[in-house]
């Protein structure tokens, strides 16, 4: 079982919509989920932190964590085309020492 | 500016010839990483250092070695025992403060290592 997945996508959404992306994780002590955003050709960014169960907003972006069911996942609230995008979930393992990443989710926002 | 600067963007190696790609950061971080990104399967961890004159295997370390003698730099070399070298290495950077973590991975720009 791989650590960190997500569906690679590609998940189309029209302009203005809502994108959902989803991960699971398997360890459970994990305390430390991250969203990186990597253009195509170009290096990831961190685009949201995330480390208590609930829900955490910045701007349009909103990640939300699930510890019993290991789930954590980012919503794109009026998704516009500049946020296609490959999108990583990220997981500290280790307490402190490395994160391991999925495998991205490719975004397509169609105008 | 503070970052991290990653050399050469591009490399091309011929079979069983070594290569080292350089990393530096000026972000005063504690802890260096490199990662290796093939398509469609996300970013792998090949080293990872904490602390100067210190390093630890990542996941998929045979073929590589590092060395960190110095706090700003990570220099990674791509062994000729590496079977399949061609893909996209990034170098990253974090404060390593354990409690709390932020985990948060400073990037640089990435080396694509292409062999012939």
């Known amino acids: 079982q791989k650590e960190v997945e997500q569906n690679s996508g590609p998940l189309s959404v029209p302009e203005g919509a809502i994108a959902s992306l989803n991960c699971t994780y398997s360890?459970?002590?994990?305390?430390?989920f991250f969203w990186y955003r990597q253009y195509s050709g170009k290096s990831p960014e961190l685009i949201m932190s995330i480390y208590s169960n609930g829900d955490k907003e910045d701007g349009r972006f909103t990640a939300q964590l699930n510890k019993a069911s290991q789930y954590v996942s980012l919503l794109i609230r009026d998704s516009q085309p500049s946020d296609s995008a490959t999108y990583l979930c990220a997981v500290e393992v280790e307490y402190g020492n490395k994160l391991v990443f999925g495998a991205g989710t490719i975004l397509r926002v169609k105008s | 500016d503070g970052g991290i600067t990653q050399s050469p963007k591009y490399l091309f190696r011929k079979e069983g010839q070594n290569v080292t790609l350089s990393c530096e950061q000026n972000l005063n971080h504690d802890a260096m990483y490199w990662y290796r990104q093939d398509p469609g399967q996300g970013l792998r961890l090949i080293y990872y250092?904490?602390?100067?004159?210190?390093?630890q295997k990542g996941d998929i370390a045979e073929g590589y070695s590092v060395s960190r003698e110095k706090k700003e730099s990570f220099p990674l070399t791509v062994t000729s025992a590496q079977k399949n070298p061609t893909a996209f290495y990034l170098c990253a950077s974090s404060i390593d403060r354990k409690q709390p973590s932020t985990g948060e991975l400073f990037f640089g720009e990435g080396s694509r290592l292409t062999v012939l």
């Open positions: 360890d459970r002590v994990s305390q430390s």
């Open positions: 250092s904490q602390i100067v004159n210190d390093f």
